[in-house]
């Protein structure tokens, strides 16, 4: 007697095989730690996952706390080490206080969910990283979606808004084409219309801004009282974890009813000495962010593309397939880059995207010039 129901993931091959058949088919790519590859893709903006202070200032965190936080923040998982963290990202990036969640992604869907909900309207850019759209998502507040970098668009829909509570949020460096948010245009539309402005500053910090201190420190808006930051540990600081700075106040709230910061097992003291000791080689050599920038230029021009803001270079290619075999032909010739590709990016803008880093050398970055003009002027990318 054949079965009444099909099995319940018997509509997996099909969905694996019409992906496979656009192109968006995608696979994990283990790394050896020893392979001898450039690394053009990880986020390492500043070069500091592997310093032997940051490592250090982990590997002391783990003997002193052990492995993990053992609970949540509000449990077991809140040391003396976290809260030295907190003030040290408030005091580093100019907000009035901080508060550290286990990565970024847990970051903005804590701060979008805990400072809008039912009735609220959010304003998020096009662009927005997928854990803000998430966090959009699960805010269950009227979300209104604008294109990107549009501030007439955000201050239209601000001005037709039928709702008290009001945010923006934005990236200010955005995570695929490495450009910038208009965030002093965009404070002033919020502050007009009395909306809160959230930026996520992931691809900013140690990047943009004096020594590093993010786009919002370089544009004079770091610890407004109706701005609120959100930030990764796990790219220019080299570990892993994440926080959100603003005001005390905001902070307080989010404690009180942000689940992804109540609910979650805190930010591992590895982690968390990690940190530390990054933001302490950042103060202490404030010329990284500087090299980064100089390194990515660098980058573009080998490319053939116009040198961005920040330490992400995006090289468009259209195509999918074409995407994947470039970043295919350039790791087999030591050089592993970055494919985004839908739904990462819009359709018919599938890229290569480069991650430059301070401590390239000279080397390196022509080595990278000669394979990436070997490999992509043939496909007529460059």
């Not at 949540?72 to 907190?86: D, F, K, M, N």
């Not at 995407?323 to 087999?332: D, H, P, S, Y």
């Not at 985004?340 to 990278?368: C, K, Y």
């Amino acid at each position: 007697m054949a079965a009444p129901f099909p099995h319940p993931l018997a509509w997996l091959d099909p969905h694996a095989a019409h992906r496979r058949a656009a192109g968006l088919r995608r696979e994990l790519s283990p790394r050896a730690a020893d392979e001898a590859v450039l690394d053009l893709a990880g986020n390492d903006y500043l070069g500091l996952a592997n310093d032997p202070r940051v490592i250090a200032g982990a590997v002391a965190a783990v003997r002193m706390w052990g492995a993990g936080a053992t609970g949540s923040r509000l449990v077991t998982g809140t040391t003396t080490l976290h809260v030295e963290l907190e003030r040290a990202l408030a005091t580093f990036t100019g907000f009035a206080d901080a508060l550290v969640f286990s990565s970024g992604y847990a970051a903005n869907l804590g701060v979008l969910a805990a400072l809008s909900g039912p009735g609220a309207l959010v304003v998020s850019d096009a662009a927005n990283h997928a854990s803000i759209v998430d966090g959009c998502r699960l805010s269950r507040a009227r979300v209104g979606v604008v294109p990107h970098g549009d501030v007439g668009a955000v201050d239209a829909a601000l001005t037709a808004r039928t709702e008290a509570r009001v945010l923006v949020v934005t990236e200010s460096v955005d995570s695929v084409d490495g450009g910038t948010a208009p965030l002093r245009e965009l404070h002033a539309a919020c502050r007009a219309r009395g909306a809160l402005l959230v930026v996520d500053e992931a691809h900013a910090l140690g990047v943009r801004g004096p020594g590093g201190r993010g786009l919002l420190a370089e544009v004079g808006l770091a610890g407004a009282d109706d701005v609120v930051a959100t930030v990764t540990l796990s790219k220019a600081l080299g570990g892993q974890g994440g926080a959100v700075l603003g005001p005390g106040a905001v902070v307080a709230h989010l404690v009180d009813t942000a689940r992804p910061f109540i609910f979650d097992t805190g930010l591992a003291p590895a982690a968390v000495g990690a940190a530390l000791a990054a933001l302490d080689v950042l103060g202490a050599e404030p010329e990284r962010p500087a090299a980064a920038l100089r390194h990515a230029a660098a980058l573009a021009a080998a490319a053939g593309v116009p040198a961005p803001p920040s330490a992400v270079v995006p090289v468009v290619v259209g195509d999918p397939e074409v995407a994947v075999a470039q970043a295919r032909r350039l790791l087999e010739r030591g050089v592993r880059v970055g494919c985004f590709r839908p739904p990462s990016v819009p359709e018919g803008t599938s890229r290569l995207r480069l991650t430059a880093r301070a401590t390239l050398t000279d080397i390196e970055l022509a080595r990278a010039d000669e394979v990436l003009a070997d490999v992509l002027a043939p496909a007529g990318v460059r």
